[in-house]
């Protein structure tokens, strides 16, 4: 028995463990003549509360049906989905999966392909989100869950200096070194934990100023990284540390005035925690144009599936305006369609305003099969450029060619 396949078994049998105390339950259910629907998804505490005890029983209760939840992470759903397929026992019926990491999913035939269901889509889904799913002309997911980090500003301090939120990098760069010179610290961040979170905000500069991140030592590329070079001495020091869990937290200690994250930060910081001095606007422009990258979740169908029909309709119904209205007010999600916002709160609305019009200018990031040079390269040069001082264009010129390399 080879390597690989030691590592598929093992893990059909962690899976299969993670699932059997519904088995019971599913006997149970079974007996009650209800079928059980697995769910994978990839959420927080909080938002599977919300799901459990406010989206799932509508559906259960709709199609006399019992959903069981399991949590898989994004970067683990592939190898899990791929091991069950080999074993020729797919134990997943429907999956929602970071729209980052789909093209694997389609290049290695774990998802099924959907085209036959495109009308299905509801005309009030936002356009932009279709094409997301889609790989050599067919639809394999669906849009669910867009996301678009928005730009939280502490208005009580920025009112106290006399100064706005930047509108440009310009006024960026001058919102920082106004917070250093009057508090002796910098109180501007940005997410620098060279992963993930990093790349995003990198994407966005490198397109605000014209460049494609998968070339990286373009024209635009090169002012982004050279930009970012000089703000750097302005920044919080919190900014190495900041990712989409810490900068919520930045904020609401005050260590940090101005910074970029999830919309799901409003609920964090301005519900639970009771800083309603906490503003958010859409951002700001780089020289040649406005761009946010455009993250989030879709829904996939594992081929394989044991209940294709009824993951359907699961999938018909978390597009519903009925769902979204409940994703967008439960959970401060942006919605997929852009009828779901009636029921928003008096005070959501401003920073659901910010999260529209943020949208409007955002981008998905590439679905590469070589991800994970592009993410690296971006990151090692945002160390090396940014942190260490190293110079810019030698540095991006070897990490371009690492991804010209990873292309071929």
């Known amino acids: 028995m080879n390597f690989k396949k030691v590592i598929s078994l093992f893990l059909i049998m962690v899976l299969t463990f993670a699932i059997l105390s519904g088995c019971t339950g599913t006997k ?10 697995r769910v994978s998804m990839a959420l927080g505490e909080s938002e599977w509360e919300v799901m459990k005890n406010k989206v799932f029983p509508i559906f259960e209760k709709e199609n006399n049906v019992k959903i069981e939840a399991v949590q898989i992470e994004a970067s683990d759903l592939i190898t899990k989905l791929e091991a069950m397929h080999k074993a020729g026992k797919m134990e997943i019926d429907i999956i929602t999966q970071d729209n980052m990491q789909l093209a694997q999913l389609v290049e290695k035939g774990l998802v099924e392909d959907l085209s036959e269901y495109r009308d299905m889509i509801p005309e009030n889904v936002i356009k932009a989100l279709i094409p997301v799913g889609e790989f050599n002309g067919k639809l394999y997911f669906m849009p669910y869950r867009p996301n678009v980090e928005i730009n939280f500003y502490n208005e009580k301090k920025f009112n106290e200096y006399g100064i706005k939120p930047p509108t440009n990098w310009d006024e960026l760069l001058k919102v920082a070194k106004t917070f250093k010179e009057k508090e002796g610290i910098g109180r501007v961040a940005i997410k620098g934990t060279l992963d993930g979170n990093t790349t995003v905000q990198l994407f966005e500069f490198i397109r605000q ?8 030592n373009d024209e635009g590329s ?6 970012l070079k000089k703000l750097w001495p302005y920044l919080s020091p919190d ?23 999830w919309p799901f930060g409003v609920n964090v910081i301005v519900r639970d925690g009771g800083k309603k001095e906490i503003k958010a606007h859409a951002g700001f422009a780089g020289p040649v144009k406005k761009s946010k990258v455009l993250g989030g979740e879709v829904i996939g169908i594992p081929v394989g599936s044991p209940n294709k029909e ?3 309709k699961f999938m018909q119904f978390l597009m519903s305006k009925e769902t979204q209205e409940l994703l967008v007010t439960e959970m401060g999600w942006p919605s997929c369609r852009t009828d779901a916002y009636g029921k928003v709160e008096e005070w959501q609305k401003p920073y659901f305003e910010a999260v529209k019009e943020a949208l409007k200018v955002s981008q998905p990031r590439p679905n590469v099969t070589y991800w994970d040079t592009v993410d690296k390269a971006l990151n090692d040069a945002f160390r090396e450029i940014v942190i260490e001082g190293k110079d810019v264009k030698a540095t991006l010129d070897k990490y371009a060619k690492a991804i010209a390399d990873a292309k071929k």
């Not at 100023?209 to 990286?216: C, E, H, I, M, N």
């Not at 090169?222 to 930009?227: C, G, R, V």
């Not at 900014?239 to 994250?261: C, H, R």
């Open 28 to 37: 149970e259910q079974a007996s009650k003549g209800q079928k059980v629907l």
């Open 209 to 216: 100023a014209g460049g494609d991140p998968l070339v990286l």
């Open 239 to 261: 900014s190495k540390k900041a990712d989409w869990n810490t900068m919520n937290k930045y904020l609401a200690t005050e260590s940090v005035y101005y910074g970029a994250n």
């Open 310 to 312: 009824l993951a359907v």
């Open 222 to 227: 090169i002012k982004a990284y050279t930009f």
